[in-house]
């Protein structure tokens, strides 16, 4: 079936993107899939129905079942033991049965996991070839792109997380620039099959024009939304003119290869994953990564400001409660 796309190994992917980014006015949006997050922490979709929440849906309903696999094809007929992401959203609406539960798990994914090597070498691409690399369009929930800028770049993103911020999407800018598909872990985030059927119109009308004369590179994502693919169909073919790469080792579902086979999309497979990919990219690009001076010199600024304190509350001249109290805090700056 993939026979029709052409493959590349990852080592002449960045080689070759690297020689596109010389050439003036070039630029390319990532779109980042749940396997990016994977050496971050967070489970991948397959993982989560079939070790978490099936077994969890089993318990509510039916706990003698001891053949969870049997049980499971009785309630999804769909299912696949080989691929179980694709009953993802069928799991959710039975498993919570109101959004706020399914919000509430998410947040709680989300919550504990710090950015990857992949994340951190991604930032610091964004924030060195700002006018190149600066759109990342995502069906995560999780914050880990724009928690890797804050925490190792000095790049401020913008994050559209929200169909109501949509009018925020603006191929011009050249700051980082983050569009969640799907919503955002706070924000109702969509799981359900009927969540993620259809994006919103403003949504997938701004993705459209940001699209219009960039490069699409193809990250950890599965490909089996519907409300991804409709999107991507709409696109009108002038559109994407410095390429699609899909970047993966798996092959791409039937409908999502169609659409590749279209664009005549680039297969970067030969092993690899997220994290490696970036490094291989960030060498190609002599991206500087953070050091222990990046966080040397966070630590050094901060101690001047509590310095600062400190110095402002000694020169009081008054001996009242507050500048007591005030003195016998600033003890605490000094550790």
Known sequence: MSD??????????????????????????????????????????????????????????????????????????????????LIYGQVVEKLFLHPEEAQREIERLCSGPFPGFGYVGLASLMAHYAGLFNVVLTTNFDDLVQEALYLFTKARPLVVGHEALAHFIRPTR???????????????????????????????????????????????????????????DGLPPEALPLGVYWCSDEEPPAGMIDWLRSRNAIWGTDGGDFDTLLLLLCDAFAVELPTRKTFDDLCDRYRASCAHVREVIAQAKDDSPTTRALGEAAKSLER
């Open 174 to 232: 050249t700051r980082p620039l983050i569009v969640k598909l799907h919503g955002d872990q706070r924000l109702a985030p969509k799981n359900s099959d009927e969540e993620t059927r259809k994006l919103k119109h403003d949504i997938e009308q701004q993705v459209r024009v940001l699209l219009h004369d960039r490069g699409l590179i193809f990250m950890g994502y599965g490909g089996h939304d519907a409300s991804i693919k409709a999107m991507l």
């Open 4 to 85: 029709a796309l052409r493959t590349i190994s990852p080592v002449e992917f960045a080689r070759r993107l690297r020689g596109l980014s010389e050439q003036a006015d070039n630029r390319f949006a990532f779109f980042l899939g749940a396997g990016c997050s994977i050496s971050s922490g967070i489970p991948s979709a397959g993982e989560l129905v079939e070790q978490h929440w099936l077994p969890q849906l089993r318990d509510l309903r039916a706990p003698e079942r001891q053949d969870i696999a049997a049980w499971t094809r009785e309630l999804f007929p769909d299912y696949d033991p080989a691929n179980p992401a």
